[in-house]
């Protein structure tokens, strides 16, 4: 069943709908057991988002073609969940949309090898979607650079004095990458306009930007039952997201006993670590970095042709970017 999000955008609804089987048929690994893991993460419980806003600015293209829009929903979805998977390998997370994740039930190596059967699904998505040389450049570029973002999260690892600057580096092309990418191509394969097809990719990157910043804010201010992993996973594997890296700017010395035991640190002195970032104002001012990105993203989305789709985004990313808060 598609999330409830979208029963109050019927057209998008209806699509995701559609789409959902579609996922379930273009994935065909002989491999039961592993083919069984990836159909139970596809069906469990994912927003869509980033097909969704694929659909929503398809709105401003006028050359629809339902079975290309749809392979090129498709290609953006398994690219996420292909992402997903090997963010679990590298994280060590047991679980992801409160499912076991592949390498915890059948190791690493196969989880590697199953996010990388993904792939090549995507690119067969994107081929069904799109002959031209250009869109086709577009998703390896735009792979790469999820990829790259990915790997440079190796290097901030424990790293105490991550900057701001190195964190959205990072996210940029680890997440926000894949929002650009799902914003301007619902543009791009309707035939819409150079403009609003860059418009549409500023505001995916905007909008992702200020997503994965509420995910991590997530990690030190929600509970597991709303993020569907462990609290503080992040922090355990090392890895220093928004609140903390401002809450370390205001007491380093306050952080530094904790954080130099890296993967050593325990339970205990993770809640220490979530407690200090609340104490030290890292998720009251990560939360107000997001509000700024989410009027900027409003403000973007208000530039866009005056079509139902243009409110509809509008309430979408007032939804999506004020959640939990």
Known sequence: MVHQLWRQFPTVQRELTQLQPYLLKVVTLPNQPIHTKITQLLKSGGKLLRPGFFYLFSAFGTQ?????????????EILHVATLIHDDVIDASPLRRGVTTI???????????????????????VMKAT???????????SMREILVGELAQMQLNYKQSVTEAEYFNEITGKTAELFWLSCRQGVALTGGSAEVIDLAGQIGLTIGKAYQILDDILDYDGQTELTKKPVLEDLKAGVYSLPLILAIKQAPRAFKPLLKKRADLSDAEALTVQQLVNQYGGVEAAKRMAGELTEQALALIDQLPD????????????????RNQ
Do not use: C
Request: charged residues 20%; aromatic residues 12%.
């Open 64 to 76: 629809r073609d339902e079975n290309a829009l749809r392979a090129g929903a498709a290609s953006l």
């Open 103 to 125: 390498h915890t039930q059948y190791g690493s190596r196969n989880a590697i090898y199953a996010g990388d059967y993904l792939f090549t699904v995507y690119f067969s998505e």
């Open 131 to 141: 002959q031209d040389v250009a869109q086709l450049q577009l998703h390896i570029d």
């Open 307 to 322: 079509l139902p789709a243009k409110r509809d985004l509008a309430t979408l990313t007032t939804w999506l970017l004020t």
